[in-house]
Antibody
Framework: EVQLVESGGGLIQPGGSLRLSCAAS????????MSWVRQAPGKGLEWVSV???????YYADSVKGRFTISRDNSKNTLYLQMNSLRAEDTAVYYC????????????WGQGTLVTVSS | QSVLTQPPSASGTPGQRVTISCSGS????????VYWYQQLPGTAPKFLIY???QRPSGVPDRFSGSKSGTSASLAISGLRSEDEADYYC??????????FGGGTKLTVL
């Protein structure tokens, strides 16, 4: 059974750093296209980043230069390193899988809440 | 402001057919497939439609998608109370960047 479990969220001060994890089971992270998508409180979905099976990475303009997506193949886990956090980064962060090179996100985690506030 | 434009709300009565629109431009919907997601209250989004009109396994055929030019639509027929949710369209925009619509809150009256 495919499962994605995020962790690492919490309350962080503006300018701080946080690393989110997404532990996968039932499939191989490195063979898929893995994305992070966030949702600010009461707002819609916003795509954040993707890592391709080949290792290429891409970011939304709103996080480029501050966030880094990566994976650990030995742990079958996806990460999102978030630096220089801002109040507007406050959101539930979801990891999601796409088995093919297209935005067909067929499995999602339950999400982890990141709150940036002093 | 979202790149893809959806109506903020839609409603219908049980058994009715409702449609939700999604408007974009030549750089996203006009040149790429459209995808739809359903988000029930308090849960993660669920994969609903891919490549404009294809349903993943397990999605009822009450749900259908279409695309024409730079716009797309999601139709739900035989509306049921459990269909009450937020619906989002998505597409590539100058691949590999993904854009979502602002979401449509569907109320079953």
């Amino acid at each position: 059974e495919v499962q994605l479990v995020e962790s690492g969220g919490g309350l962080i001060q503006p300018g701080g750093s946080l690393r989110l994890s997404c532990a996968a089971s039932g499939f191989t992270v490195s063979s898929n296209y893995m994305s992070w998508v966030r949702q600010a409180p009461g707002k819609g979905l916003e795509w954040v980043s993707v890592i391709y099976s080949g290792g290429s990475t891409y970011y939304a303009d709103s996080v480029k230069g501050r966030f880094t997506i990566s994976r650990d193949n030995s742990k079958n886990t996806l990460y999102l390193q978030m630096n220089s956090l801002r109040a507007e980064d406050t959101a539930v962060y979801y990891c999601a899988r796409a088995p093919t090179l297209e935005p067909a996100l067929d499995y999602w985690g339950q999400g982890t809440l990141v709150t940036v506030s002093s | 402001q979202s790149v893809l434009t959806q109506p903020p709300s839609a409603s219908g009565t049980p058994g009715q057919r409702v449609t939700i629109s999604c408007s974009g431009s030549s750089s996203n919907i006009g040149s790429n497939y459209v995808y739809w997601y359903q988000q029930l209250p308090g849960t993660a989004p669920k994969f609903l439609i891919y490549r404009n009109n294809q349903r993943p396994s397990g999605v009822p055929d009450r749900f259908s998608g279409s695309k024409s030019g730079t716009s797309a639509s999601l139709a739900i027929s035989g509306l049921r109370s459990e269909d009450e949710a937020d619906y989002y369209c998505a597409a590539w925009d100058d691949s590999p960047y993904v854009v979502f619509g602002g979401g449509t809150k569907l109320t079953v009256l």
